[in-house]
């Protein structure tokens, strides 16, 4: 079976990669919107700020050392942020599916932390394990998610992990 909340876990991290800048761009979390769904989005300079608020304190669960540090990551985003589950069909062609933020149309940061904690946290319990993790690569370390099967990934794309392998090789081959 399909992991179910795929697309709110890979959003999280999409928008993480944007948002975690010192100064985020309007027009790129916006296009990351976009790119998952959202409809037509013009964020205001103070969206965006909440945007990035709710970004760091995601940051903490990808950043978690071991599956029980997720957890707790996760406990504390639900018991500030989330509301008791609710089913709602209001995008259309998506169906019913779980919500727990205060309202559809309620604010970006907290829609951000919960529907990101909502499919983070369905990862931790599918597969018993931290939901991802921040890449080891000295030069990078963006959040990325651990959706699919195998060993667990150190690096958020290969080019990451071929450039520390091969600074690595670099450092041990003498000139």
Known sequence: ?????????????????????????????ARVLRLHGEPEVRLSSAEVAE????A???RS???????????SALNRLFAEYARPPRLTDHEEGYGWHLHVDA???GPWGAWLVTSSALGLASLL???QDVPGGLCASVSCGKPFAHTGGGSPRRFCSS?????????????RTPS
């Open 1 to 29: 079976m399909a992991f179910p909340h795929r697309d709110s876990v890979q959003r999280a991290v999409d928008l993480l990669e944007v948002l975690l800048v010192p100064d985020p761009d309007p027009a790129a979390v």
């Open 103 to 105: 309202a559809d149309d």
């Open 159 to 171: 080019r990451c992990a071929t450039r520390e392998r091969v600074a690595a090789h670099r450092a």
């Open 56 to 58: 760091v304190e995601l």
């Open 61 to 71: 669960v990808f950043a978690a050392p071991d599956v029980a540090s997720a957890a």
């Open 51 to 54: 945007l990035r608020s709710a």
């Open 125 to 127: 319990a599918e597969r």
